[in-house]
């Protein structure tokens, strides 16, 4: 049986099933689609009691899901486009003078601006990479700076790198290395995989005691492993 639920402004569509089973539960497949599995003797008004109480968190996963599977989409270096920074989309825009001498990236929190003599979309992506590898540095030099007074130790060596299978390491050594494109997510997301880090300058495992320690100073990590989960495809330029 399908129902239609109308509510706020969003409509969805809702396959209830009917089963042999004790308890009510709503799942969302990869592509958004909802299923609401019910015992056999559940009535309309438990059905729509439980899709009320679980609408917002309904609406916002089949919302994400449909979006992941779009699948992944080569960026575009016109004006118009977005790229991510600290969480939020910015429009990118092409200012071409054919007297300017050097090419450059600006960014003031509201849109990004290539200025430069000709357009050159390999010229774009390399400047607008530079200015994330920037400014990925010198945020997590700052909330290195920011959580150091709560550890005894502190990092030998601090590295931006490109390493696309993980957000960062840390080795025996104590070399902290991140990867450039954590300059996408939110702040919150960021901090977490700085913490992360630096509490492996103590336990170089994932061992109990690790999560607690990165539990004490980031209580909410695991919205932002959630967040890096649903969002990594992203992150791209």
């Not at 600290?86 to 450059?104: A, T």
């Not at 957000?167 to 977490?192: H, I, K």
């Not at 103590?202 to 969002?231: A, M, T």
């Amino acid at each position: 049986m399908i129902k239609t639920i109308i509510k706020n402004g969003d409509s969805l569509d809702v396959q209830v099933i009917h089963k042999k089973r004790k308890t009510l539960g709503i799942y969302i497949d990869v592509y958004g689609n909802v299923e609401v599995r019910v015992p056999k003797n559940a009535t309309d008004a438990q059905i729509d009691a439980l899709i009320e109480s679980k609408w917002t968190w309904i609406i916002k996963t089949t919302k994400e899901m449909q979006e992941k599977t779009k699948g992944f989409r080569k960026k575009e270096y016109i004006d118009g486009e977005t790229f991510l920074y600290l969480g939020k989309e910015y429009p990118l825009y092409i200012d071409l003078d054919e007297s300017r001498s050097q090419s450059r990236v600006q960014f003031d929190m509201e849109k990004f601006v290539i200025s430069m003599q000709d357009k050159d979309e390999e010229l774009i992506k390399k400047l607008i990479t530079k200015f994330y590898k920037q400014q990925c540095k010198k945020l997590i030099e700052s909330r290195i700076a920011n959580y150091q007074h709560y550890f005894s130790v502190k990092p030998r060596e601090i590295k931006i790198a490109s390493n696309k299978k993980t957000w960062g390491t840390c080795n025996s050594q104590r070399q902290l290395t991140f990867n450039w494109r954590l300059v996408m997510a939110p702040m919150e997301v960021l901090d977490y995989v700085v913490i992360h880090e630096m509490c492996h300058m103590i336990h170089l495992n994932h061992d109990r005691s690790f999560w607690r320690l990165v539990g004490k100073y980031k209580p909410d990590y695991e919205q932002c492993q959630e967040w890096l989960r649903q969002s990594h495809w992203k992150m791209v330029v």
